[in-house]
Structures are given as structure tokens and as C-alpha cells.
């Protein structure tokens, strides 16, 4: 499904989920959709939403011609028109009493003992293009000038919190409707500022059924205040808990598994390549285990710059790094030779190649700025990107001495990075979920996979 346009801020479902699995728990609810409109007497919600973008347009062509005066009116139509393609019945405009403030709601939509639940409110964007989070709601009726007759005093993010914590009842979800952009609160995750918005520009732009469909679905009347019975996005994020605890587990057993394997290969190579009587001169075991955490530490943090370019760090545009050094291409490379391992597995290409990089991360690279511009006035850019140095204790060779001078075979590393790139086996197949993919992992994933490694 494609989700481009909408924001799952501050992970109002883990990342994970939202990205990978959030298609399949939305089918049931696209296909029941779909079968109400064969018989020809309705229209599927994110049909009717794509009618809207040619009206969006209008408006955002009268807006580019400097008629600014007319956002909050043009704002209030096209409200009407979403909230009619999501099923919601026709707005009535109140003001309401919420933490010493009176709020203009455009729609309220109560539970069966009166109580509020949703309040829809339309605003304005904030200046130099601000969300509406920036800006200020509005009263849905107009002077003889066209203009609200009624603005809020704060900003909504402000108000947000007046509303959800101020009030002896407050509703559960709220609302924003600006010309550009729906924000979407949910009291029980607004403490940490977790929330969705629609960016309508991109969404209306590329008119992507995928894009429409999660738009109705998490939007629609249905979805937020069903008639009785939990839902529809308080089952989503039921299921979003449960994926992320999922995935979590695959991580901590990865991990886990991962420190033994590593361990166990440090002990062979003491053994077996240079000698070491481990009966007469044991290794202390509590030192090899923090090294082996401190290795797993490593891998696991570059699986997560590498597949965050936003970070800034890794040079995942620069075709030398990521075919010669980076771990993402050694997760290809594992991905080819697993069924070859045989002829592969007595090698220490991985190791040799995890070294460097682990090296560079923390050296820095080019490792002066004279070596930069030798580089750069050598007339090739291939072989140019710059890391800068990381003097983390993670990254430091002198903490891990065992394994930085120890040869670590093939067959082992293939393991080690598999276990850290594809999910368990599950089911009594035993088939694999798939490759876990860093760059939708949460940081409560990643946060719960430390804390394993930590415990264990």
C-alpha cells in the first residue's frame, strides 16, 4: 500500500508495522467497501475522494493567485466535501466550552450517552507553510466580508492539550481540517505527541488508489466512532503492539543467539589457529560475553544509519562504500551464498570486511582533510565519501582485543548476519517472515532489543 503523504508521527504505530503489515489488517475493510459498491448504489470512500482533488486544485490555484482571504472558505468547502466522501453526516457548527477556551467545532460526533467523541475543527495553517498544528482553528460562520467570525486564541497544538487534558470529558479524537493538510489526534497517545497527519498535496497529486484507501481507512466515520463494538484504528494499534512485540522477540533471540555464535567462533579460533590450551589458560568468560555484546552493538547500529540516510552519516549514495564496505551489501552477499556455503565457509571475507568498516566508523574518513583533497584532485569521484569519526567505546578495536585479533570464519559471520537481517522462521512450515527492514524499525524495537542483550 502505498502510504506516501501520510505521516505516522512519532510512530503513532511502530514504523514496522505501519510500512509492512498495515495493508493486510486494512483488506478486510477496503474489500467490504468494494462489495457495497458493485450494486451500484454506492460509491467506495476513496473513489469519492479522489473526486475531491479536482475541486482541491480550484482552491489551491485561487490561493497561488494571492487570493489568501479566501482560505478560511475555501478551507470550510472543502471540509464539507471530505467528511461526505468519509460518511459523516452534515456538519453542524457549535462552540464548546474546553479548558477556559471556547473552541469553534465544525462537527461533533457524540457517543450514545452524550459524551463527546470526535470534534472535527477547521484551521489555518501556520505561516511560511506550517502545518495546522501551527496555526489556529476558525469558526465555520462567516461575516458579510467572508470572514470567520471567530477565531481561537492559541495555536491548536496548544489547544490540543486544553481540549484532551483540560476538560472533565474530553473527546477521544480530534480533528484539523486545513486546505493542505488533516491532522488526526488520539487523546491516549497525544502525552508523547503521536499522531497522523494527511498531507493533502501529495496525496490529490499522484491520486494513488493504495494512498486514498489508507486515507478512508483511517479517516472514515466508521473507523473512528463506530456504532458499537472497539475501532477499527483501536484494533489497528492492537495489532501494531503485537507486530512490534514480534519483531521485538526476533531481535532479542537474533541478538542472543548472535553473542553465542560469536563467542564460541572467538574460542575456536584460540583453539584451533593459534594454539591455546583453553583447559590450562581459560578465557574469562565475563569479558568475552561483554565483547561479544559490544560486536552486536556495532552491527546492530550500523544496520540502523545505514538505513536511515536522513541521519546524515553513512554514505549510502557513494557507490564505493556501500559495494565495498557497507554491511547492507553483505546482507546481500549473504542473502546469494547461503546455499553455497560450503565452498565459501572456511573464508574470512565477512569478518576482514566487517573489520574495516567498524575501523572507518571509528578512524573517521579520509582520515585528514590533506587525504581529502589528494582524493578529490586525483580527477575520479568513485572512491570519494567521507565518514566522519565515531570515538564511541562500541566502535573501539581496544575493547573488543579478541575478536579484533581473532579470524572469524565465513560460515559463522553468514550466520550472524542472517540472524540479524530475516526474521525467525514461523509457523510449522518454517518458513521465513522476511528481511527486517531498519529503516521502518522503531526505536522501541531497537530500544527493546537492547535491553534484551543487556539482560541476557
Known amino acids: ?16 508495522y505501519f510500512a509492512s503489515i498495515f495493508a493486510e489488517n486494512a483488506a478486510e475493510t477496503i474489500s467490504g467497501w468494494r462489495a457495497r459498491a458493485r450494486n451500484g448504489e454506492y460509491r467506495a470512500p476513496w473513489s469519492r ?24 472558505a475555501m478551507t470550510r468547502e472543502m471540509a464539507g466535501l471530505y467528511l461526505a466522501a468519509l460518511d459523516y453526516p452534515q456538519a453542524r457548527p457549535t462552540m464548546e466550552s474546553a479548558g477556559g477556551l471556547s473552541v ?36 465555520a460562520l462567516f461575516d458579510q466580508r467572508d470572514a470567520p467570525v471567530f477565531r481561537a486564541d492559541c495555536g491548536n497544538e496548544e489547544l490540543a492539550g486544553r481540549i484532551l487534558f483540560g476538560m472533565d470529558s474530553p473527546p477521544r479524537w480530534l480533528m484539523f481540517i486545513g486546505l493542505h493538510q488533516i491532522v488526526l489526534i488520539d487523546r491516549r497517545k497525544w502525552g508523547e505527541k503521536r499522531y497522523l497527519s494527511f498531507e493533502l498535496g501529495d496525496i490529490f497529486s499522484r491520486k494513488e488508489d493504495g494512498t486514498l484507501q489508507a486515507m478512508a481507512v483511517l479517516l472514515h466515520r466508521e473507523s473512528l466512532c463506530p456504532e458499537e463494538g472497539d475501532s477499527l484504528l483501536d484494533q489497528l494499534d492492537e495489532n501494531s503492539h ?13 541478538l542472543r543467539e548472535s553473542v553465542e555464535l560469536l563467542g564460541n567462533e572467538v574460542l575456536y579460533d584460540l583453539s584451533l589457529n593459534r594454539g591455546r590450551d583453553l583447559d590450562a589458560h581459560p578465557v574469562d568468560a565475563g569479558e568475552l560475553t561483554i565483547q561479544c555484546m559490544r560486536y552486536m552493538y556495532r ?20 557507490q564505493a562504500y556501500v ?10 552477499i549473504a542473502d546469494t551464498v547461503r546455499e553455497e ?64 585479533s581473532a579470524k572469524l570464519r565465513n560460515k559463522v559471520m553468514l550466520r550472524i548476519i ?39
Request: negative net charge; hydrophobic residues 35%; contains cysteine.
Open 1 to 16: 500500500m502505498d502510504l506516501i503523504g501520510i505521516n505516522n508521527v512519532n510512530e503513532y504505530y511502530s514504523n514496522y
Open 49 to 72: 475522494l479522489r473526486d475531491c482533488a479536482r475541486q482541491y486544485y480550484v482552491c489551491h490555484d485561487r490561493e497561488m493567485r494571492g487570493r489568501g482571504s479566501q482560505i478560511p
Open 104 to 139: 469553534p467545532v465544525y462537527q461533533a460526533v457524540n457517543r450514545a450517552n452524550g459524551a463527546p467523541l470526535l470534534w472535527i475543527m477547521l484551521a489555518q495553517g501556520g505561516q511560511g507553510g506550517a502545518g495546522v498544528l501551527e496555526g489556529q482553528v476558525f469558526s
Open 242 to 254: 503485537r507486530h512490534a512485540s514480534g519483531v521485538s522477540q526476533d531481535l532479542k533471540y537474533a
Open 299 to 318: 552491527m546492530l547500529f550500523v544496520l540502523f544509519i545505514e538505513a536511515r540516510p536522513e541521519l546524515g552519516y553513512a554514505p549510502m549514495k557513494a
Open 323 to 332: 559495494q565495498s564496505y557497507s554491511l547492507e551489501s553483505l546482507r546481500d
Open 341 to 404: 556455503i560450503d565452498a565459501v565457509g572456511e573464508g574470512f571475507y565477512l569478518h576482514e570486511t566487517l573489520s574495516k568498516l567498524y575501523r572507518l566508523i571509528y578512524e573517521g574518513y579520509p582520515a585528514s582533510g590533506e587525504e581529502l583533497r589528494r582524493l578529490e584532485e586525483s580527477g575520479s569521484q568513485n572512491d570519494i565519501f567521507v565518514i566522519p569519526p565515531l570515538k564511541a567505546h562500541i566502535f573501539d578495536p581496544e575493547l573488543t582485543p579478541m575478536i579484533t
Open 418 to 456: 542472517d540472524l540479524m537481517s530475516v526474521t525467525r522462521p514461523s509457523g510449522r512450515s518454517g518458513e521465513r517472515r522476511g528481511r527486517i527492514s531498519y529503516s521502518t524499525l522503531g526505536i522501541n524495537q531497537l530500544g527493546a532489543g537492547y535491553e534484551a542483550l543487556l539482560s541476557y
